[in-house]
């Protein structure tokens, strides 16, 4: 069993930066896909962002492509979140998660979860 833990979450103002964390541990990290999704009150659990098992094949929502990037450490068991001029619309919690087989843009396909971070953006 993996757990995931994310950190970096927190209150910014709108076109701010913030860069999200998961530690990864009880599995070998970089035999899984990480990913990134959110979940904005009201709405169901969106993808954000994933990243291979090595680290070379990056994927990214349309909202969210040329101001978030992600990024991963094997060597620490950590997966990064860069999230850069961030709007109203990026509020949301944000959940890192871990896939043994490789990418996927739905959440059922995943593997295991974090608890969760809070990221509030002002306007």
């Known amino acids: 069993q993996a757990q995931l833990v994310e950190s970096g979450g927190g209150l910014v103002q709108a076109g701010g930066s913030l860069r999200l964390s998961c530690a990864v541990s009880?599995?070998?990290?970089?035999?899984?896909?990480m990913g990134w999704f959110r979940q904005a009150p009201g709405k169901e659990r969106e993808f954000v962002a994933a990243?291979?098992?090595?680290?070379?094949?990056?994927y990214n929502a349309d909202s969210v492509k040329g101001r978030f990037a992600i990024s991963r450490d094997n060597a620490k068991n950590t997966v990064y979140l860069q999230m850069n001029s961030l709007k109203s619309e990026d509020t949301a919690i944000y959940y890192c998660?871990?896939?043994?087989?490789?990418?996927?843009?739905?959440?059922?396909?995943?593997?295991?979860w974090g608890q969760g971070t809070q990221v509030t953006v002002s306007s």
């Open positions: 998660a871990a896939r043994a087989w490789g990418y996927s843009r739905y959440d059922r396909e995943w593997d295991y």
């Open positions: 009880g599995r070998t990290f970089s035999n899984y896909a």
């Open positions: 990243i291979s098992w090595s680290g070379g094949t990056t």
